[in-house]
């Protein structure tokens, strides 16, 4: 078995799931602030370092993507971050795109970039113990959007990066993510999520990516957030695992999803419908930002002395989130 297909059975075994913890500093800062507490690089550390000691993270958290900031910093026993996250028998990742920036040609849509001394990047975080990268596309649905200039363009981005992960011998988190902002039904996001999906294992299929050593990063199937024709949590899961069926190559060994601005039991919920219902041979986990990390920073942000009540929140959800991923959650275990 190749190395990085193992990386990634390790990643997603038994349930486990990913922790996002790669905001940029503006990102994080904004999160920050309306909680208000002041976005300085210690109380970034601060919050971080709670959560990648906390004792769910042996059971549940089966890699952290880290932000650059991040994997260079230490906690306040002077342990490398990535060191930290290793003890906990954890996988540390690292963001390597340099965000989404205005698509020349479709000035509404975005394009991912990163890609320019990227392999110097790469050796870098490897050496400093990256096991896996992320990098993310981003698509709007409207009338016309996404354009097939984004499909293309942002699938190009990621097979490129991809080809350039496992040429440094991690493994790419391949995250295409269909924005739920917006009015359309859950019929328009399968429609556009299938196209988008296929046309990235078009893109990395020609550029030799290795399949057996990725990790699909999707948004489920969701009707947009300012959708009057709401669809229930089954509807969701079941839609999810059609387009995944029908899109994904079976070669793919695991799929996380990303909870892309739903709430915390929302997220959870889904994943347990869609692992109850999975007819497919992937693993189908977690690789939650928002619905693993909001009650947390919400309680800390209360005290931020309190290291063992926001542990005690943040295990919670990785443990609600890790039984999901194996279809065993239920509503009553969240009081
Ligand atoms: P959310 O789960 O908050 O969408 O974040 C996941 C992520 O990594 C987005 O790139």
């Not at 507490?37 to 952290?64: A, H, K, Q, W, Y």
């Amino acid at each position: 078995m190749s190395e990085l297909h193992n990386i990634v059975l390790k990643i997603l075994e038994k349930g486990k799931g990913i922790l996002a913890a790669d905001e940029s500093t503006g990102t994080m800062t904004k999160r920050l602030n309306d909680v208000n507490v002041p976005s300085t690089p210690e109380n970034r550390l601060l919050f971080r370092e709670i959560l990648f000691s906390s004792s769910s993270m042996i059971d549940c958290i089966g890699g952290v993507i880290l932000y650059d900031e991040t994997i260079k910093q230490q906690t306040s026993k002077k342990i490398k971050i990535p060191e930290l996250i290793s003890s906990m028998k954890s996988a540390p990742g690292i963001k390597v795109d340099t965000g989404a920036k205005v698509l020349a040609g479709s000035p509404e849509e975005k394009i991912t970039e990163g890609l320019d001394g990227l392999r110097e990047r790469l050796k870098e975080y490897y050496k400093l113990g990256a096991k896996f990268t992320k990098w993310r596309g981003v698509y709007t649905i409207t009338k016309n959007f996404p354009s097939k200039l984004s499909i293309q363009s942002n699938a190009h981005a990621l097979a490129r990066y991809s080809a350039l992960v496992q040429e440094c011998r991690m493994v790419p988190i391949v995250e295409p993510e269909v924005l739920m902002d917006g009015d359309h039904s859950a019929k328009e996001c399968y429609e556009k999520t299938s196209e988008v999906i296929k046309k990235c294992f078009e893109e990395l299929i020609l550029h030799k990516v290795d399949l057996k050593g990725i990790i699909l990063k999707p948004n489920m199937i969701l009707a947009g957030n300012k959708s009057k024709n709401i669809i229930t949590n089954e509807e969701v899961a079941k839609l999810t695992l059609k387009c995944l069926k029908d899109s994904v190559p079976s070669e793919v060994p695991g799929i996380a999803f990303l909870s892309g601005g739903q709430s915390e039991i929302e997220a959870t919920e889904n994943l347990n419908l869609i692992n109850k219902y999975n007819n497919t041979d992937f693993k189908m986990s977690y690789s939650f930002g928002r619905a693993l990390q909001q009650s947390a920073l919400k309680f800390w942000s209360k005290n931020i002395k309190d290291i063992e009540g926001t542990q005690k929140v943040f295990n919670h959800r990785a443990r609600m989130n890790t039984l999901a991923a194996q279809g065993k959650w239920s509503k009553d275990l969240e009081v």
